[in-house]
Structures are given as structure tokens and as C-alpha cells.
């Protein structure tokens, strides 16, 4: 089954500055690769995600690139302020499931 | 649009005891939902897929007569923990989808439950 690994698990930036998450999966057949954004004491929200047949999408500070060769995607937010501090998740879809890589901790200190 | 709601939000019971948890679709058909569970500062862990009118399917290591899946209708589905113990305590999560699932289908996901037993 599917697998998917998720670095760092903890990333502190300035405000204003660029966060990279990234996000590894080892089966090939998954091609739906969302990223979510979890604030305490709450479910799940979808920020961005990408499928199979594009490298690259965008949505103002938010993108994603993915690299199927290499089995491994990536959130890059530009620009950071304190609300995005939050726990980010990767996933990939597997057939009929979500599988989530292990999240990260993202805080922007003003 | 796509809104997903659970109640209760927060719940708190007694060791041995029985809780249900709902998820509705408020503004759309839900024919497929998930349960989640997620431990404290860890990922969340697929529990079960449910297709309105039919059983469940549980994921490896999931007992499915202590975590009953019951999607009724399009646009309910409910969890009861059965005879919860202290080691059953979390936050659940469900989703829905508003087709059939395929890969790459999005799910939205509910504001979660906050599970204790006492």
C-alpha cells in the first residue's frame, strides 16, 4: 500500500519569509496529491492540490510542485505571516483512500 | 458550498459506555464518507469508508463491532464507539465525497470530535 513520508516535522520562519514542506509517496499509481492545513482543535482544511498530469499550480502565495519521477511533491508558501502558523499535512490518494504523510509544525513568529 | 458538519463537537463519557457520533453533509449529496482518528500531535488514521447503503469497510486493525458505521442516508452518516475504554479517547475526523470515490476525488472534511473516556 501506499506510504507517504513528510519533512520536516517542525519548520519556524520570520515573517515574510518563504516555508517548504515536502512530501515523499511510493506508490506510483497515486495521482491526486492534496495538501491540508489543521488548526488546533480543528478538522482539516484543503489549501491546494495537484494531480498527476501537471508538474506545477499555484493560488496566490500557495504552490505546488510535483515530481513524478521522483515520487515526491512539495507546498511552498512565499511570504509568510503569523496565520499560517498551523499543522500542514500532505496526502496521496491511493485508489479509494486519502493516505497522509506525518505533518509538520509551521510557525511564522511576527 | 460542500460544508460538513459533526456533533458533538466535544464529548466526555465514562469508561464502559457507549458514544455516537454524527457527520452530515449540509449542502451537498455524500454517497461516500471516511472516519479518521488522530492522536495527539499525529497524523490522521483512516478508520473506515462507508458508501450510503451499504456495510462499512474497516481498515486493517480496526474492530468493527466496537466501531459501528451506520450511513443511513446521503447525507448521514453516524459512528457509535461501543464499551469505550480510556485508550479510545481522541480527536475524530470525518470527510465526504460527493461522487463515488475515484482517485483524486476531493474530500471535505468535518470540524472533528474531541473524544474522552474517564
Known amino acids: 500500500g501506499e506510504n507517504v513520508e513528510q519533512h520536516p516535522s517542525t519548520l519556524s520562519v520570520q515573517e515574510g519569509d518563504s516555508a517548504v514542506i515536502k512530501c515523499t509517496y511510493s506508490d506510483s499509481a497515486s495521482n491526486y496529491f492534496p495538501w491540508y492545513k489543521q488548526e488546533l482543535g480543528k478538522g482539516p482544511q484543503l489549501i491546494i492540490d495537484i494531480r498527476s498530469n501537471v508538474g506545477e499550480k499555484k493560488d496566490q502565495r500557495i504552490a505546488v510542485t510535483l515530481n513524478k519521477t521522483a515520487k515526491h511533491f512539495s507546498l511552498h508558501i512565499t511570504e509568510t505571516q503569523p496565520e499560517d502558523s498551523a499543522v500542514y499535512f500532505c496526502a496521496a490518494s491511493d485508489t479509494d483512500k486519502l493516505i497522509f504523510g506525518t505533518g509538520t509544525r509551521l510557525q511564522v513568529f511576527p | 458550498g460542500a460544508v460538513v458538519s459533526q456533533h458533538p463537537s466535544w464529548v466526555i463519557c465514562k469508561s464502559g459506555t457507549s458514544v455516537k457520533i454524527e457527520c452530515r453533509s449540509l449542502d451537498f449529496q455524500a454517497t461516500t464518507m471516511f472516519w479518521y482518528r488522530q492522536f495527539p500531535k499525529q497524523s490522521l488514521m483512516l478508520m473506515a469508508t462507508s458508501n450510503e447503503g451499504s456495510k462499512a469497510t474497516y481498515e486493517q486493525g480496526v474492530e468493527k463491532d466496537k466501531f459501528l458505521i451506520n450511513h443511513a442516508s446521503l447525507t448521514l452518516s453516524t459512528l457509535t464507539v461501543t464499551s469505550a475504554h480510556p485508550e479510545d479517547s481522541s480527536f475524530y475526523i470525518c470527510?465526504?465525497?460527493?461522487?463515488?470515490?475515484?482517485?483524486?476525488?476531493?474530500?471535505?472534511f468535518g470540524p472533528g470530535t474531541r473524544l474522552t473516556v474517564l
Open positions: 470527510s465526504a465525497t460527493t461522487a463515488r470515490l475515484q482517485a483524486g476525488d476531493e474530500q471535505f
